[in-house]
């Protein structure tokens, strides 16, 4: 990220004093450092003010200057990333509209919307006159199809004034500047500032700063939680299955009732819910749980590693265009004139279109710790384990066998072998528990069309979850999620 052009910041309770230039486009770590060397903090943010604006000669653009000190911090780091993306010819073109008399880029909003729309003007960098505006159509342009012994007799100047005055173009320092009779795409202006782009974020006053940098306490270390394990009282197989169906009916509640599972559930519900082809995307890259920049510091306390690169994925941008459209009555027919033909109306029409964002993994952050339920494999012996796991065998309308699965499954239901596989080699307590989960899955896979009792059967989503509830019965309800 190199600096297009920089902006002065101020602190209004200290005025007659230098402000500091920020280079832009920035970093929230960046304007920080710049709002602390000013004294500006979250106790005084009404004391910021722009107060200048400065740009290299060749880098720099005709903003007029009163528009960027009435600008934001987000506003013009948003615009100048937008601006970064021009080549030379199109940061001319630029300039061009930006000077031309009665010039439509009236607002930052408006600039910001020009990379979208180079094509709205036919630029003439070389033309500053209509002397050699009348020479490129004469002569350059290709339109004039005369002898050229006629040519010469031509005058120039006042052939280029009246193209000029027909096309409504206009001579500036950067060249000759006319519409090309495209629409204007209206993208960004008028709308919030994308938040990877919102960099304006207030450091906290010195006293309260310097507190948070005192180091938190040493907790003491805490022995993992055991796992509860399972004790059956019944005297036979049947017995003992009745015991493990009755706990099934109660086991789950307290995992979904706790506030461990609440948490996640709460921190899960502020991630965005991203379309399947930006799930696609996101995966392609790399990415699991993402976010925007300002999402992850804003909302879960966490900051964008340095040097860290975003994932691309697509995000709406909508414009509008006016078109001539059939007029059509109630019944949605054709109005007709009186000489039979469609009547037109001029409708604005809302044009889909998408933008690419960037968005961070939580691999790339640093800072709190998200909530989660997911912890390690169980482990421990189950009493009378022999005749525990035959009697789920007994129990389970699919064959259950035991095979090295790849991946770190613990067990799958294979629906068209119709059988249990569950990974050979694990404790006790997690064969018992994945053989319950398995089993669950192949009684609630399991139907028959022709079966009228069952044409209510839940979806397959309701099914998972009803799969997940055979695990939690006895066991550390709030330390296992399968």
Not at 29 to 45: F, K
Not at 374 to 386: M, P, R
Request: aromatic share 10%; with cysteine; net charge negative.
């Amino acid at each position: 990220m190199s600096e297009l052009f920089s902006i002065q910041l101020q602190n209004r309770q200290q005025q007659g004093r230098d402000g500091v230039w920020l280079d832009l486009p920035t970093t929230t770590e960046q304007v920080q450092a710049a709002l602390r060397q000013i004294g500006i903090s979250s106790d005084n943010p009404q004391g910021l003010f722009i107060s200048g604006y400065f740009a290299e000669e060749e880098k720099r653009f005709a903003i007029p200057y009163n528009m960027v000190l009435a600008s934001n911090v987000d506003e013009l780091n948003f615009l100048a990333s937008r601006l970064e993306t021009l080549s030379t010819g199109e940061r001319a073109e630029l300039n061009a509209a930006l000077q031309a008399p009665q010039s439509e880029l009236f607002s930052i909003g408006r600039i910001t919307d020009f990379p979208e729309n180079v094509d709205y003007y036919v630029h003439l960098p070389d033309v500053h006159g209509p002397a050699q505006l009348g020479d490129y159509y004469l002569n350059r342009s290709g339109m004039v199809d005369m002898p050229e012994e006629w040519k010469g007799g031509i005058d120039t100047a006042q052939f280029g004034r009246y193209v000029a005055q027909q096309e409504q173009g206009a001579f500036t320092q950067y060249g000759y500047l006319v519409k090309s009779g495209d629409e204007w795409q209206k993208v960004h202006e008028r709308q919030p500032v994308p938040e990877e782009y919102r960099v304006l974020s207030f450091p906290a006053p010195e006293v309260l700063r310097d507190a948070a940098n005192i180091p938190p306490p040493v907790q003491p270390e805490t022995e993992p939680q055991k796992v509860i394990p399972i004790i059956l009282n019944g005297k036979d197989s049947a017995e003992r299955m009745k015991e493990i169906t009755d706990r099934l009916e109660t086991g789950i509640q307290e995992l979904f009732d706790s506030d461990r599972y609440k948490a996640y559930l709460t921190t899960m519900a502020k991630f965005h819910n991203y379309s399947f082809n930006n799930t696609l995307l996101i995966a392609m890259q790399g990415g699991q749980l993402v976010a925007g920049f300002n999402k992850w510091k804003d909302t879960f306390h966490r900051t964008v590693k340095k040097g860290e690169k975003g994932i691309k994925i697509l995000a709406p941008a909508p414009y509008k265009v006016k078109q001539k459209m059939e007029k059509l009555d109630e019944q949605g027919k054709p109005i007709l004139d009186k000489d039979g033909k469609p009547l037109t109306e001029e409708k604005t029409v809302q044009i889909p279109a998408f933008k690419v964002v960037s968005v961070f993994d939580v691999s790339q952050t640093e800072g709190e710790p998200l909530p989660s339920i997911a912890v390690n494999e169980l482990s421990g012996s189950v009493q009378d384990y022999q005749d525990f796991f035959k009697a789920l065998e007994q129990a389970s309308p699919v064959p259950i066998g035991f095979e090295d699965i790849e991946g770190g499954a613990h067990g799958y239901f294979h629906l068209l072998d119709n059988r249990i596989a569950i990974q050979e080699g694990m404790s006790q307590l997690q064969t018992i528990k994945t053989a319950i989960h398995e089993i669950a899955h192949a009684k609630l896979h399991a139907i028959d069309p022709n079966d009228p009792e069952q044409t209510n059967r839940p979806d397959s989503r309701t099914r998972e979850v009803q799969a997940l509830y055979p695990c939690f019965y006895n066991v550390d309800l709030l330390n296992y999620f399968p």
